[in-house]
């Protein structure tokens, strides 16, 4: 199983990214997906996560009514689209997988190895 990042970067406050994770070697569409981050010195926390099958949806309270998570199983790729990013949203972005749904209560199946994400002030 791979999960591989993409489209992290350094942005200014207020603007806005958009994270790949590109899943393979999965049946994709039977996989609750999931983005988690670790900024410096704290511990990894969870962001957001989509389950399998009706696209349900959490958010921690942190990142609602700003980043989007969504998925595509045809292209077997899961997408967090962030909004009105702040410098505290400042850190490493993995992906994240497991059997249902990817929740703040973890049981991660599978992780991919992390976009960084910079947002300066």
């Known amino acids: 199983v791979e999960l591989v990042e993409s489209g992290g970067g350094l942005v200014q406050a207020g603007g806005s990214l958009r994270l790949s994770c590109a899943a393979s070697?999965?049946?994709?569409?039977?996989?609750?997906m999931g983005w988690f981050r670790q900024a410096p010195g704290k511990e990894r926390e969870f962001v957001a996560g989509?389950?399998?099958?009706?696209?349900?949806?959490n958010y921690a309270d942190s990142v609602k009514g700003r980043f989007t998570i969504s998925r595509d199983n045809v292209k077997n790729t899961v997408y967090l689209q962030m909004n009105s990013l702040k410098p505290e949203d400042t850190a490493v972005y993995y992906c994240?997988?497991?059997?249902?749904?990817?929740?703040?209560?973890?049981?991660?199946?599978?992780w991919g190895k992390g976009t960084l994400v910079t947002i300066s002030s």
């Open positions: 994240a997988a497991n059997q249902f749904m990817v929740t703040k209560g973890g049981g991660v199946n599978y």
């Open positions: 070697g999965l049946t994709f569409g039977n996989r609750g």
């Open positions: 989509i389950n399998r099958s009706n696209g349900l949806t």
